[in-house]
């Protein structure tokens, strides 16, 4: 993507570098996709991706939301014939891009506006859309485009992403709204899952996590997959035995990105939720 484009977002309607009275100074789109850069290579290292994608079975297309710097992407590539994915982020499509094609992966990368039918049969094997998975031009797009699964890891965004989705800016962002933004962005995939799933397709849901002090790990895992079949509604199949967990190094409980680490500050574990479409 190009600088110019990407200062003309920026500078528009968005104050950089704005000071929040709680939350401290709003990590910049840019900073955000180098943190995360950071983090995602410390989870392809350390197997975590791997992990994730091994939690299903293999299929034709899958939609990933939120590509970040494209090493999920990567393990996508290993399950799946083709891979649709939605990034909002200029930056982060910036580090995807160049992680595909040191990789030798073929990628495309469209804007939803000259997105056509062509941009999911394509023969590229990763088709980057750059869009918001909120926008409700997706579906009409990718409809019919035989999806055996969504995934959806280690979803997040920076804060002004977030406070753009909420009409706000960084400045009035309450912190709340980081994990608001992530529930709602789960519960619009399993919307869109029910558009565009095939029958027996699957929903992938990762997350970082803390226990609750005292918990055991079969009351975790069963709180989680009680919150899911909540969010996903009564298309779905969730049982407990969807969901599964992994410990994290301990390097990797805390998060470079600044805006986030308080929320995060008692991370122990990954969970993989995987929820099938009825
Ligand atoms: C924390 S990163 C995770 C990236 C990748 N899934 C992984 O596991 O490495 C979250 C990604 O979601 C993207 N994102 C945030 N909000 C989005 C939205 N509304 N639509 C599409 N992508 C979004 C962010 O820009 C970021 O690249």
Redesign the pocket.
């Known amino acids: 993507m190009g600088e110019a484009k990407r200062r003309t977002k920026v500078d528009g309607s968005l104050k950089i570098g704005a000071k929040n009275p709680n939350l401290g100074t709003a990590m910049t789109?840019q900073q955000?996709?180098e943190e995360?850069e950071i983090?995602?290579s410390a989870?392809d290292k350390n197997g975590h991706?791997k992990w994730?994608a091994e939690q299903f079975c293999n299929g034709d297309v899958v939609l990933?939301?939120?590509?970040?710097?494209?090493?999920?992407?990567m393990a996508l590539c290993e399950k799946f014939n083709k891979i649709i994915s939605?990034?909002?982020?200029e930056?982060?499509i910036d580090r995807?891009v160049a992680t595909l094609r040191s990789a030798g992966v073929a990628y495309e990368v469209s804007d939803i506006e000259n997105m056509n039918s062509d941009t999911i049969t394509s023969s590229s094997k990763v088709s980057v859309l750059h869009?918001?998975?909120?926008?409700e031009g997706i579906k009409s797009k990718i409809t019919g485009g035989n999806f055996s699964a969504i995934?959806?890891?280690?979803?997040?965004?920076?804060p002004y992403?977030?406070s753009d989705?909420y009409g706000s800016t960084p400045q009035r962002l309450k912190g709340s709204e980081i994990s608001k933004?992530r529930e709602d962005?789960q519960r619009h995939c399993f919307q869109l899952g029910e558009h565009i799933l095939v029958s027996g397709g699957i929903v992938s849901m990762?997350n970082r996590m803390g226990f609750a002090a005292g918990a055991t790990e079969p009351e975790f895992i069963n709180a989680l997959s009680d919150e899911y079949k909540v969010l996903s509604g009564s298309a779905y199949t969730i049982t407990p035995k969807n969901t599964v967990i992994r410990a994290i190094d301990s390097e990797m409980k805390s998060s470079r990105?600044s805006y986030v680490t308080s929320q995060l500050s008692n991370l122990t574990v990954l969970t993989s939720t995987v929820a099938v479409r009825i």
Do not use: D
């Not at 869009?131 to 926008?135: K, M, Q, T, W, Y």
């Not at 995934?151 to 920076?158: D, H, T, V």
């Open positions: 789109p955000y996709a995360w983090s995602s989870f991706y994730m990933e939301v939120g590509c970040g710097s494209g090493l999920g992407t939605v990034e909002v982020s930056e982060c995807t869009a918001s998975i909120f926008n995934a959806c890891w280690l979803f997040g965004a920076n992403t977030i989705h933004y962005a990762v990105i």
